[in-house]
């Protein structure tokens, strides 16, 4: 079955710090890849994606590339900001409307 | 962009008693809507798809008969925990997709405590 393992947290960074977080999945047939991330009190919102291998998903600084060879797609961010604090998830979709979830990675960022 | 609100954000019962969660679309048609439960420092766990209209579709080991999902209109779908125990206490969240929209929209969460 569909599974993603990612980095557990929390993962305490200061103001500017580069970020990685880890992403590694098993799936079957070739999965569309998410970062989701949820701020306190929110719900989930969708960071990025990549729907193929060597995709290269961005936003907000935030960048991942879907790694087929290592099965991974690694957040990463070269200067973080306070405003980054929230849990990450990262997520995969194998050709189905459901999502299989990684456990989530919180993120404090410290002024 | 499409926002998902669920009712109430935390709610506490007493076990054997029952409590509905509300999940709405406030800006969309949500032809689709899931239902995940998430346990502290654990994955969201889907629990069910429903369509409107349709009867909801169970993920193995979801008790259907415990966790009753109505999904009648394009704007709401509600979860009703049904003698509700301890052991379901979670934090339970719903999400959306409706028609030419290729991604989910998630609500902000319900914090179920059963006491």
């Known amino acids: 079955g569909n599974s993603v393992t990612q980095m557990e947290g929390p993962v305490t960074l200061s103001e500017e710090a580069f970020l990685t977080i880890n992403c590694t999945y098993t799936a079957t047939g070739y999965p569309s890849l998410f970062w989701y991330v949820q701020y306190p009190g929110e719900g989930l919102q969708l960071l990025l994606k990549a729907t193929k291998a060597d995709d290269k998903g961005s936003n907000k600084g935030f960048e991942a590339t879907y790694r087929k060879e290592t099965t991974s797609f690694h957040l990463e961010k070269g200067s973080v900001q306070v405003s980054d604090s929230a849990v990450y998830f990262c997520a995969l979709n194998s050709g189905y409307s459901t999502l299989t979830f990684g456990k989530g990675t919180m993120l404090l960022v410290s002024p | ?115």
């Not at chain 2, 909801?56 to 704007?75: C, M, P, R």
């Not at chain 2, 979860?79 to 929209?105: K, M, N």
Request: with cysteine; proline share 3%; hydrophobic share 35%.
């Open chain 2, 1 to 115: 962009g499409a926002v998902v609100s669920q009712h109430p954000s935390w709610v506490i019962c007493k076990s054997g008693t029952s409590v509905k969660i509300e999940c709405r679309s406030l800006d969309f048609q949500a032809t689709t809507m899931f239902w995940y439960r998430q346990f502290p420092k654990q994955s969201l766990m889907l629990m069910a798809t429903s369509n409107e209209g349709s009867k909801a579709t169970y993920e193995q080991g979801v008790e259907k008969d415990k966790f009753l999902i109505n999904h009648a209109s394009l704007t709401l779908s509600t979860l009703t925990v049904t003698s509700a125990h301890p052991e379901d206490s979670s934090f339970y969240i719903c999400s959306a997709r409706g028609t030419g929209l290729d991604e989910q929209y998630f609500g902000p969460g319900t914090r179920l405590t059963v006491t």
